[in-house]
């Protein structure tokens, strides 16, 4: 597989990651973000004992930068608004996996309960529901985030994964036609090992999308199904289209139709 890098947009933070699950070696599935079915924050995912466990350890470990409220200071917050939107449309192990990287100086510190345990109390003081059963490792990739208004369309300025057609716009820029709905992604680059299985397999749909700041030209993947990865730009005007101001085109087939 062939790949273009894109440049980055600096003043987003590259912390969102592809989260797919495989089912099967031949037949696997990329579950939609759409997919209201699927386990969600707001089943009753941790116990009330766990999060106080965590409240324990969030406020010996985290409340420094995130606050003793999880309001944010030094970090981000981890309550409200800004922890849907940051990780709204991803599953839980997309947290659990980047706060495996904390505390700073001392990644990876905890005990993965324990990390588990801070998850659990993020997710109480974000008002979702108290189950019986205790977050695991196990159920975390499976665990949906969204907010109370229901699984909203992939935010902007996030960044995503889209396959489609890679074609000319009619200002000689590059757009991608045919193409699926944006899912969120925390890895930039072009997809690899079991990913690159479910992009491959993921249908192509009627979306279009202007892609910005691509670089190196992509001129020799004309005509090809593509995957694109980046950061979305929704617009509001009824005639325009959704951008992507681009990290990677990949090449996923030498014809569209592939």
Not at 93 to 122: C, F, H, N, Q, W
């Amino acid at each position: 597989m062939t790949t273009m890098a894109g440049k980055y947009v600096q003043s987003v933070k590259l912390f969102t990651i592809l989260v797919a699950a495989l089912a099967g070696v031949t037949g696997a599935i990329l579950v939609a973000q759409e997919d209201n079915t699927e386990p969600s924050v707001w089943d009753g995912v941790y116990s009330s004992d766990q999060a106080d466990r965590g409240q324990k350890v969030y406020e010996a470990t985290c409340a420094r930068c995130h606050g003793a409220d999880l309001t944010g200071g030094r970090a981000r917050p981890l309550v409200g608004e800004s922890f849907v939107r940051d990780w709204g449309g991803l599953t839980l192990d997309s947290v659990l996996t980047r706060a495996k990287t904390m505390p700073p100086g001392a990644a990876g510190s905890l005990a993965e309960e324990r990390y588990l345990d801070i998850l659990a109390y993020v997710l109480s003081k974000n008002d979702f529901p108290i189950g019986t059963g205790d977050l695991t490792a196990t159920t975390a990739p499976d665990i949906l985030i969204y907010g109370s208004d229901g699984p909203d369309a992939v935010p902007n300025f996030a960044m995503v994964q889209v396959v489609g057609c890679l074609a000319t716009g009619s200002d000689s820029d590059w757009v991608v036609t045919d193409g699926s709905e944006p899912i969120r992604t925390r890895e930039p680059a072009a997809s690899e090992g079991d990913a690159l299985l479910l992009t491959q397999a993921m249908p192509l749909g009627d979306k279009e999308f202007e892609l910005m700041y691509v670089f190196p030209d992509p001129a020799a993947y004309e005509g090809h199904r593509v995957e694109a990865k980046g950061f979305l730009i929704r617009r509001d005007g009824p005639d325009e289209t959704d951008a992507i101001n681009v990290t990677t085109v990949a090449s996923l087939a030498p014809a569209c139709s592939q």
